[in-house]
């Protein structure tokens, strides 16, 4: 049984930090392509970083900077550090696995509030 469980989520203050983890299970771990969403209420779910199997990142503009998406093959865990966090990046944050385009997996989500 495949699963993603997302942990780290809260609120915090604008320009604040949040470090968010997902543990996952059930499938190859270090060959999947892991990646974190958001979903803010009313709007369409966006990716926010990937990273591949061999540990190259991609960000959402929109986070470039300030958000930082590690794995750790090992402990099939995948991680997003968030500095500078703004009011816009509230949401809830998915984590993701895929391969080859046949394999998707999602975790339950994390909520994410920024707000004073």
């Known amino acids: 049984q495949v699963q993603l469980v997302e942990s780290g989520g809260g609120l915090v203050q604008p320009g604040g930090s949040l470090r968010l983890s997902c543990a996952v299970s059930?499938?190859?771990?270090?060959?999947?392509?892991m990646g974190w969403y958001r979903q803010a209420p009313g709007k369409q779910r966006e990716l926010v970083a990937g990273?591949?199997?061999?540990?190259?990142?991609n960000y959402a503009d929109s986070v470039k900077g300030r958000f930082t998406i590690s794995r750790d093959n090992a402990k099939k865990m995948v991680y997003l550090q968030m500095n500078s966090l703004k009011p816009e990046d509230t949401a809830v944050y998915y984590c993701?696995?895929?391969?080859?385009?046949?394999?998707?997996?999602w975790g339950q989500g994390t909520q994410v509030t920024v707000s004073s």
């Open positions: 990273i591949s199997s061999g540990g190259s990142t």
């Open positions: 059930g499938i190859s771990f270090s060959i999947f392509r």
């Open positions: 993701n696995s895929k391969w080859r385009g046949d394999y998707d997996y």
